[in-house]
Structures are given as C-alpha cells and as structure tokens.
Nanobody, 125 residues
Framework: QVQLVESGGGLVQAGGSLTLSCAVS??????????MGWFRQAPGKEREFVAA????????RYADSVKGRSTISRDNAKNTVYLQMNSLKPEDTAVYYC????????????????WGQGTQVTVSS
C-alpha cells in the first residue's frame, strides 16, 4: 500500500502563492518507480488534473489552467512531492489531492491508483 498525506493548503489572497507538499510512505512506494501528480476539485465540479511528474522528475505535465503559474517537483530522497502555485486566482479554490501510480503520468483521474485525503486551498478576491 501507499499512503499520501498532503499539507500546505490554506487561505490566500488573489495574486499570492502557496506550496503544497505530499508526503509519501508505504512499502509499495519504496519498491517501485511511481509517477506523482495533483488533482483538484472545486465545489459542484468534477475532479480535474492539475500537474504530474514522472519517477525521475524529468517529465512534467500541467493543465492549461495552471501552466506558467505552477511548478511540480519531487524529492525522492524525502519521499515528497511539491506543487508550487503562484499568481493564485479565486478559480483556483478547491480541494487539492496528491496522487500516485506505477505507470507514466496521466491526466485521467481514474488512471491513478492512490489518492491522499486532500488539502483545501481557498483564494480570496
């Protein structure tokens, strides 16, 4: 099993920045090369892809809505994935979920095997 625990969410004003962290643990994670990613879900909306990164950190993907404003990174020595978000907008308000899967990154929610509990990000105007 793989456990994902997000942190770093909170209330921020529009134009501000936040860095989300995802601590990963579990025997399955340590023995396999896993891609990591972030999804988000706003009230009344479906979960949507935000960003993903491959095992070595050489390949990243971003949703158009956050491209240029966000950076996903990982520190495999610390078993941690980060999502730095800048120039935040009220429409970025959502619960952000950390995800993991054994294969290459995907933008499809159902393709991810493991999900964290989520962390709330609220951007005020």
């Amino acid at each position: 099993q793989v456990q994902l625990v997000e942190s770093g969410g909170g209330l921020v004003q529009a134009g501000g920045s936040l860095t989300l962290s995802c601590a990963v643990s579990g025997r399955a994670f340590s023995s396999s090369s896993m891609s990591m990613g972030w999804f988000r879900q706003a009230p009344g909306k479906e979960r949507e892809f935000v960003a993903a990164i491959d095992w070595v950190g050489s390949s990243t993907r971003y949703a158009d809505s956050v491209k240029g404003r966000s950076t996903i990174s990982r520190d495999n020595a610390k078993n941690t994935v980060y999502l730095q978000m800048n120039s935040l907008k009220p429409e970025d308000t959502a619960v952000y979920y950390c995800v993991a899967r054994r294969l290459i990154p995907s933008t499809v929610a159902t393709a991810w095997e493991y999900w964290g509990q989520g962390t709330q990000v609220t951007v005020s105007s």
